[in-house]
């Protein structure tokens, strides 16, 4: 099919880099250090750290 199938590709540990992938054209092995994603050469940091909005409130025991 034009669309990947069967092909599916799940990278741990990376957030926003593939989720947006929708169809593989070409797939190149490397090692990360040789590597810059699409969005570095265009000025965005190539570690982006998830910075959680989230607050997570226990109550205290009284």
Do not use: C, M, N
Request: net charge positive; glycine share 10%.
């Amino acid at each position: 099919r034009r669309h990947g199938y069967p092909a599916r590709l799940i990278v741990p540990g990376l957030y926003g880099y593939v989720s947006a992938t929708k169809w593989l054209s070409e797939i190149e092995l490397t090692g990360w250090d040789d590597f810059d994603g699409y969005w570095i050469p265009r000025g965005w940091a190539k570690e982006a750290p998830i910075k959680t909005q989230s607050r997570i409130d226990v109550p205290s025991e009284r």
